[in-house]
Nanobody, 115 residues
Framework: QVQLVDSGGELVQAGGSLKLSCAAS????????WSWYRQAPGKEREWVAG???????KYADSVKGRFTVSRDNAKNSVYLQMKSLQPEDAAVYYC?????????WGQGTQVTVSS
C-alpha cells in the first residue's frame, strides 16, 4: 500500500526556519515529481513548490527566495526548507506525488508561526 508520510511541522517564531520531510513507502518506483501544498484555516489549498525528475524546481511567488525544495531519490523522499517564516506561512503543509497514475497526498503537517 502506497503512503506518503510528511513531518517536521511545529511552532516557530517569525523569522525562523523549519525543514519539512515527506517519504513515500509501499513502492519501489521512483517518484517522478513531487509537490508541496499548504492550506491555512478558511482558505483553499494552494500550491507552494514542485521538484521534477530533471531536478528543476518551481515556487509560488509568495515563497520564492525563502523556501527550497529538494529530493533524495534513494530514499524516495522530498524536503521543504523554509526560512524567514512569517505568520502568513502558517498552514497545514501537504506533500503530493503521482505514483502509478494516481495522486497521493501526505496526511499533512502543521506549521505555526508566532509573531
Amino acid at each position: 500500500q502506497v503512503q506518503l508520510v510528511d513531518s517536521g511541522g511545529e511552532l516557530v517564531q517569525a523569522g525562523g526556519s523549519l525543514k519539512l520531510s515527506c517519504a513515500a513507502s509501499g513502492t519501489t518506483l521512483s517518484v517522478p515529481h513531487w509537490s508541496w501544498y499548504r492550506q491555512a484555516p478558511g482558505k483553499e489549498r494552494e500550491w507552494v513548490a514542485g521538484i521534477y525528475s530533471s531536478g528543476s524546481t518551481k515556487y509560488a511567488d509568495s515563497v520564492k527566495g525563502r523556501f527550497t525544495v529538494s529530493r533524495d531519490n534513494a530514499k524516495n523522499s522530498v524536503y521543504l526548507q523554509m526560512k524567514s517564516l512569517q505568520p502568513e506561512d502558517a498552514a497545514v503543509y501537504y506533500c503530493s506525488a503521482p505514483i502509478r497514475g494516481r495522486t497521493y497526498w501526505g496526511q499533512g503537517t502543521q506549521v505555526t508561526v508566532s509573531s
